[in-house]
C-alpha cells in the first residue's frame, strides 16, 4: 500500500507539473533578486532577516551584512515579505523583469514609537482560508499565562479567568474551534514550532485535544489558529489547526517578570550569532509558580518551561539549504499538599512533563521540474504520573474484588483503617516524518504552484499503567499495563494545486485543489476503515485589491469559499479498550468468636470490547467569506457550515448474565473450612473439628439472571454547528488617537440522536417477579434515556475594543467590553422523522406537540429485550403491561421543552495598559473586569435570575531587553 501510495502521488504531480510545460512557460527567462535588509533608524544591516517570494515559495535569509540573495526568479510582478523577529513586517510589490541588484529594505523596529499598533487578532489575508493571527504585540498586552488565553481575541471571544488550576480535563487548556466537531477539543489540531503535539498516545482519556498548559507563553512570537479549511498538506483534524511559534534568530537579552494574585511568571531568552556561516542559536527559560488561594498555597502547579532553537543556511550543490532544528519542553507538576490546618492528610501529586523536538531542511533546488524539496522530522513526549494519597477508615472491613479472570473466588477483606496509594504512570510519544515536493511555473501573468508530499506518523504510551503502591487495592481494581499496547502507525500522502491568475482590471482568481490519502496500520488491525480520502478545495476572487488601491470608498473586496473533508484518527484509549470487570459478592458469612468472615465474589471479565465496525471520524467543513474596506473601515465576514458525520462516543451494551447466590444466613460450625466451585459457585463448608463429618452445601438463596452493561467505541449520530464570525475595525482617529473594532459571533447547533438507547435498572420489580430476582428487560429509547433526544443552540456574543495609542509616550491603553448579546437553547425529540416524546394536559388529553408547552413530557420506548437477546417492538399493548410499569421515562420540570437562555448583558469590561520606558523597560498591566460586572442574569424559560460575570483579576508585567 505505500508503494502504491507513492506510485499515485508520483504520477499527481509529474502530470500537474507537466500541464505549464505545455504552454512553452519550461524556457520563460528568470533573474536574480539581490539587496539589504537594515534597521531604518541607523541603517544597520538585520542578519537572519527572510525575503520571501510566497507566490514562488522562494526565501532569502540576510547574512551578517543584511545583504541577501533569490536566484532564479520568473518575470512578471509579485509580492515580496520581508521579516523578522522585534521587527514590522514589510510587504510590498516588485515588477520582475531584468535582474534586481542593490535593493535597500528599511525595516522598523516593532515597538510603541509606531504610529499604529495591533493588540487584538489580524486576520491573516493572505490565506485563501479563514485564518487569525496574533503576533507578539497582543501577547504582551494582554499578558497571557495560558497559550489558550489567545482564544478570547477570536470574532465573539470571551475572557477566561486567568488560572493554571483548573481540572486538567477541563477545556480551559485545550483549544476547541468553532465550537469543535462533535468531539469538542478532539478535533483541533496543535503544532509548535512545526511540532504536532497530538493527544493520540493517550490512555487515560480518549476524547480530550492535546494539553497546552504546560507549554511556555513568554517565548511566543506569534500564534496563527486556522478555522477554515485548510492545505491537504494538514491531516489528523476535523475542527481547525493553532500553529504556535516561537522566537528565532538573533534576538537580544529579554527578561520578564509577570504576577497577579495567584501566580508568578520569571523568563529569560537571548538569540545568538555564532559567526558568519554559523548561523544563530535561540533559548529562553521560564518558571511560573501558581497557586490557588493566595491565602492557602498548598494545591499548586509550576510549570518549568525552555526552548532551544537553531538555525543556519548553507550552500548546497550550489543551491540554499535553509536548516533549522528545535527543541522544547516542560518540566511541571501539580500538588494537592496537605493543608496543616485541616485535618485531612490526603494529597496528590501530578507531574506534567513534556518534551518535543523538531527538524526541518529546506533545499532552494529552483529547477525545471523542482522548486524546493523539504525534509522533516519531529517527536513529541509527554509525562503524566498521577499519584494520590487518600486515608481510608470505616466502621467494618470490605470484601476486595480483584481476580482477572472469570468465576467465582474467595475474596480478600480491607482493613478498617488504612491508606490508598494510587499511581497513574502515562507516557505517550508520537513520533512523525514528512517528506514534501513543491514545483512552481509562471505561465503568461498567471502562477502555478504544486505540492506534494508523503507522511508517516507513530503514536503510542510507554507508561507503566496504573497500579497501587502499597500493595492495597481498592475494591474492584486491576493493575492495567500501558506498555503491551502497540503503536498505531499512520501513512499519508497528498497532492495540491495552487493557482493565482489575474483577470481583467486588477482582478484576480486564487484557486487551491487538493487531495490527502490516509492508511492507518495497527498490529493485528480488526478495523476495516483503514484508508480514506480527503478533497479540499478553496477559491478566493480578489474584486478590488487592497495592496494597490488606498483611496476612495471602496479599497479592498474580495470573496472567498471553501469545501473540505477531515478525519481524525483516534486515540489509543479508543482503539484499545481495557478488560472491563464486573464483580458481586454472592456469598458473606461472619462467624465464630474472632468476628472471622469468608466471602465469595464472583467475577465476570469482558476482553473482546472493540467494534471493528468503528469509522475514523469524519467532518465536513465549509465556509464563505468576505473581507473589504469601506472608506477606511475593514470588513470581515465568514459564514461557516460544519457537519461532523461520525464523531466518536462511547456507547452501552447489555449482555445477560446468571449466577449463583448462596444463603448467608445458613448455620455453619463454629470452626468451619469453606470451599467454593470456580465454575458453578456453590459453596461447601465442613467442620475443621471434626473432620469426618464431611462437607455440606450450603444452599442457594436464589439462582439469578441479569443484564450487565459494558461500554464500547462507535460512532455518533451527525452533528452540525454553523455560524457567523464578523470584524469591524474602524481604524484610527488621529484626533483622539484612537481606534475602535468591533468583533462579534452568531454560533447555532443542532443534534438529532436517533439510535437506540439502552436503559436497564437491576433493582426494577414488578408484580409476578419472584422475591431476589432481578428485572428482566433492557429498555431501549431514542437516543438517550431522558425524554429528549437532540438539542438546537445558538448565541450572539459581541465585543467592542477601543484602543489608544500615544507614540510620543510610547504607551497603548485598551479597554474591551464583552458582552453576551443573545443565549437561547431548546431540547429536541425526534423519531422516524416525528416528535416521540409527548404531553398530557390536565385533562388526560394527548398535546399535539410537545415545543411551547408546559406540562411534564413522556416518552415511551421503542423497543425491549429479555434475556433471549431479542428485541422487540414496545406497543400499546405493553404500556399497560405490569412487567413495564417503569418504562414511561417523565421529564423532571414542566418547562422542559420550553426554549431557555437569556438577552443582553455585559459580561466583563477589560483595561490593558503597556508603557515602554526606552528601549529598554517596558510594563504592562491588566484588570479584567474592573467594574466588577456580575448581572443578575433572568432566564427565559423558568424566569429566574442568577449572576452571570466573571471575578475582577488584575496582574502586571516588568520586560527588559538589553540590546
Known amino acids: 500500500m505505500k508503494r502504491s501510495c507513492l506510485i499515485i502521488v508520483s504520477l499527481l504531480v509529474a502530470f500537474a507539473g507537466g500541464l505549464p510545460a505545455q504552454n512553452g512557460q519550461s524556457q520563460r527567462q528568470t533573474f536574480t533578486v539581490q539587496g539589504k535588509v537594515a534597521r531604518q533608524r541607523d541603517n544597520a544591516a538585520i542578519p537572519g532577516a527572510t525575503v520571501a517570494l510566497p507566490a514562488y515559495g522562494l526565501t532569502g535569509v540576510a547574512d551578517v551584512k543584511g545583504v541577501f540573495s533569490i536566484e532564479r526568479v520568473p518575470s512578471g510582478r509579485t509580492r515580496v515579505v520581508i521579516s523578522y523577529q522585534g521587527y514590522v513586517r514589510v510587504e510590498l510589490d516588485l515588477d520582475i523583469s531584468r535582474n534586481l541588484e542593490g535593493l535597500n529594505f528599511r525595516m522598523r523596529e516593532d515597538n510603541l514609537t509606531l504610529e499604529t499598533v495591533v493588540v487584538t487578532a489580524k486576520e491573516n489575508r493572505n490565506s485563501l482560508n479563514t485564518s487569525h493571527i496574533i503576533e507578539r504585540q497582543a501577547l504582551e498586552h494582554m499578558q497571557v499565562l495560558s497559550a489558550t488565553d489567545v482564544m478570547s481575541l477570536l470574532p465573539g471571544g470571551q475572557t477566561r479567568k486567568a488560572d493554571l488550576l483548573s481540572d486538567s480535563g477541563s477545556e480551559a487548556f485545550r483549544f476547541k474551534l468553532r465550537g469543535g466537531d462533535g468531539n469538542g477539543t478532539f478535533g483541533t489540531a496543535v503544532e509548535v514550532d512545526g511540532v504536532r503535539l497530538s493527544s493520540n498516545g493517550n490512555m487515560t482519556t480518549g476524547l480530550e485535544g492535546p494539553m497546552t498548559r504546560n507549554i511556555g507563553v513568554t517565548d511566543i512570537e506569534s500564534v496563527e489558529i486556522m478555522t477554515g479549511v485548510p492545505s491537504a498538506e494538514y491531516g489528523d483534524m476535523t475542527s481547525g489547526m493553532v500553529m504556535i511559534k516561537t522566537r528565532k534568530g538573533r534576538t537580544p537579552y529579554q527578561a520578564s517578570i509577570s504576577v497577579n494574585p495567584t501566580a508568578k511568571t520569571y523568563a529569560l531568552s537571548k538569540g545568538f550569532s555564532l559567526g ?10 521560564e518558571y511560573t509558580h501558581a497557586f490557588q488561594q493566595p491565602y492557602s498555597r498548598y494545591t499548586t502547579y ?15 550543490a550550489g543551491r540554499v539549504l535553509d536548516l533549522s532544528v528545535n527543541a522544547g519542553g516542560n518540566y511541571g507538576q501539580k500538588n494537592i499538599d496537605h493543608d496543616p490546618d485541616l485535618p485531612s492528610v490526603d494529597w496528590t501529586k501530578n507531574h506534567d512533563n513534556g518534551a518535543r523536538a523538531g527538524f526541518n531542511a529546506t533545499w532552494q533546488i529552483n529547477s525545471r521540474w523542482i522548486t524546493a524539496l523539504a525534509a522533516e522530522a519531529n517527536a513529541n513526549y509527554f509525562d503524566q504520573f498521577a499519584e494520590s494519597y487518600t486515608y481510608v477508615a470505616g466502621s467494618t472491613s470490605k470484601p476486595t474484588i480483584n481476580s482477572t479472570e472469570s468465576g467465582y473466588f474467595e475474596t480478600a477483606r480491607q482493613p478498617t483503617m488504612y491508606y490508598r496509594d494510587r499511581v497513574v504512570d502515562s507516557k505517550g510519544l508520537n513520533m512523525g516524518a514528512k517528506l514534501r515536493y513543491r514545483l512552481n511555473r509562471r505561465f503568461g501573468r498567471a502562477n502555478n504552484n504544486i505540492k506534494a508530499g508523503l507522511g508517516w506518523s507513530s503514536s503510542g504510551n510507554v507508561g507503566r499503567g496504573e497500579w497501587y503502591r502499597n500493595g492495597i487495592e481498592e475494591d474492584g481494581y486491576r493493575p492495567y499495563p500501558y506498555t503491551g499496547v502497540p503503536f498505531v502507525n499512520n501513512w499519508s500522502a497528498y497532492v495540491e494545486d495552487n493557482l493565482h491568475v489575474p483577470t481583467p482590471g486588477r482582478t484576480a482568481v486564487d484557486l487551491m485543489a487538493g487531495v490527502r490519502y490516509e492508511r492507518v496500520d495497527i498490529r493485528d488491525m480488526v478495523y476495516k476503515n483503514a484508508n480514506s480520502l480527503s478533497p479540499r478545495f478553496n477559491v478566493r476572487y480578489t474584486i478590488v485589491d487592497g495592496n494597490r488601491s488606498k483611496k476612495g470608498f471602496l479599497r479592498e473586496l474580495s470573496v472567498r469559499g471553501g469545501w473540505g473533508m477531515m478525519e481524525k484518527l483516534p486515540s489509543l484509549g479508543l482503539l484499545y479498550q481495557r478488560p472491563r470487570y464486573h464483580d458481586m459478592v454472592v456469598f458473606d ?11 465469595v465474589g464472583l467475577t465476570n471479565v469482558y476482553n473482546e470490547l472493540l467494534n471493528p465496525q468503528l469509522e475514523w471520524s469524519r467532518s465536513r467543513n465549509a465556509e464563505l467569506g ?68 464431611g462437607e455440606t452445601l450450603i444452599p442457594a438463596l ?3 439472571t441479569l443484564f450487565l452493561s459494558n461500554s464500547r467505541p462507535n460512532n455518533g449520530a451527525p452533528y452540525t454547528t454553523q455560524g457567523v464570525e464578523l470584524t469591524l475595525d474602524f481604524g484610527r482617529i488621529k484626533a483622539i488617537r484612537t481606534s475602535f473594532r468591533l468583533d462579534a459571533a452568531y454560533f447555532s447547533s443542532k443534534r438529532i440522536d436517533e439510535r437506540l438507547a439502552a436503559s436497564y435498572t437491576a433493582n426494577t420489580s414488578y408484580a409476578g417477579l419472584p422475591v431476589g430476582r432481578s428485572y428482566n428487560y433492557v429498555l431501549f429509547y431514542p437516543g438517550s434515556v431522558t425524554t429528549e433526544n437532540g438539542s438546537r443552540t445558538s448565541s450572539v456574543n459581541a465585543n467592542l475594543t477601543a484602543t489608544t495609542h500615544i507614540p510620543e509616550v510610547r504607551m497603548t491603553v485598551s479597554l474591551r467590553l ?14 422516524n422523522g416525528a416528535e416521540w416524546a409527548f404531553m398530557v394536559d390536565e385533562h388526560g388529553n394527548r398535546l399535539p406537540s410537545v415545543y411551547g408547552q408546559r406540562y411534564t413530557a413522556h416518552q415511551y420506548p421503542v423497543a425491549y429485550m429479555g434475556f433471549d437477546g431479542v428485541m422487540h417492538p414496545f406497543t400499546e399493548v405493553n404500556v399497560s403491561d405490569p412487567r413495564f410499569w417503569n418504562a414511561d421515562r417523565t421529564s423532571n420540570t414542566d418547562a422542559h421543552f420550553l426554549e431557555d437562555g437569556n438577552n443582553l448583558y455585559v459580561s466583563t469590561v477589560n483595561l490593558s495598559i503597556t508603557k515602554e520606558i526606552g528601549d529598554m523597560f517596558s510594563l504592562s498591566f491588566y484588570a479584567n473586569n474592573f467594574i466588577n460586572s456580575d448581572p443578575p442574569v433572568r432566564s427565559i424559560a423558568s424566569g429566574l435570575r442568577s449572576p452571570r460575570g466573571g471575578a475582577l483579576s488584575y496582574g502586571a508585567t516588568l520586560r527588559i531587553r538589553i540590546k
Open 276 to 285: 558568519k556561516k554559523n548561523g544563530t542559536l535561540n533559548a529562553s527559560v
Open 302 to 316: 509550576s510549570r518549568n518551561a525552555y526552548s532551544v532553537a537553531y538555525s543556519n543556511n548553507f550552500r548546497l
Open 589 to 599: 458469612k461472619n462467624y465464630g468468636t474472632n468476628n472471622s468472615y469468608y466471602t
Open 626 to 693: 468576505l473581507s473589504a474596506n469601506l472608506g477606511g473601515v475593514s470588513v470581515s465576514v465568514a459564514y461557516f457550515n460544519n457537519r461532523a458525520k461520525n464523531p466518536y462516543i462511547s456507547e452501552t451494551v447489555w449482555e445477560a448474565f446468571a449466577y449463583r447466590r448462596s444463603d448467608g444466613q445458613f448455620a455453619v460450625p463454629n470452626n468451619p473450612g469453606f470451599r467454593v466451585d470456580r465454575n458453578s459457585g456453590e459453596v461447601w463448608v465442613r467442620d475443621l473439628d471434626n473432620p469426618s463429618s
Open 702 to 704: 436464589v439462582n439469578d
Open 818 to 831: 464583552e458582552s453576551n448579546v443573545i443565549s437561547r437553547s431548546q431540547a429536541l425529540t425526534q423519531y
